[in-house]
């Protein structure tokens, strides 16, 4: 694979429940790694505000060959993560951001550009 293809995509806007993603679409949440990204929708692994998100949220991100994640917390900081979700990417080994939503599209995307393989969940709202 060229590193073009396993580049992770560049959020391209970020507003108030609207993202732009490179190559992916636009959406309210999304799941982006290395390759791509699709919606991230809450109900795949019960996901609520609290306690937050989960370890199964993660998984998908690690089995693209994420080494470093960025967790957006929303705009106003509403989402939690839940501890156990932390303790399993410290246990792999994994970069943890976490950061409310406008911060971490920049997290990431720096990392993204730089050629990271960063993985991220996005909550553009709340």
């Known amino acids: ?16 429940g609207h993202m ?22 809450w109900s795949e692994t019960g996901t609520r505000h609290s306690p937050g998100v989960q370890p199964d949220d993660v998984l998908e991100l690690l089995a693209h060959s994420a080494t470093t994640v960025v967790l ?6 509403q989402l939690q993560v839940d501890p156990r979700t932390l303790r399993l990417l410290e246990e792999r080994g994994v970069t943890v951001h976490v950061a409310e939503t406008t911060e971490a599209v920049q997290i990431y995307n720096d990392l993204a550009t730089s050629g990271t393989a960063v993985a991220g969940l996005f909550h553009s709202t709340c």
């Open 1 to 16: 694979m060229s590193s073009e293809t396993t580049r992770s995509p560049l959020v391209l806007a970020i507003s108030w």
């Open 20 to 41: 732009d993603v490179e190559d992916v679409g636009v959406g309210k949440d999304f799941k982006l790694y290395p390759g791509g990204g699709r919606p991230w929708d």
């Open 72 to 77: 957006s917390r929303g705009m106003q900081l």
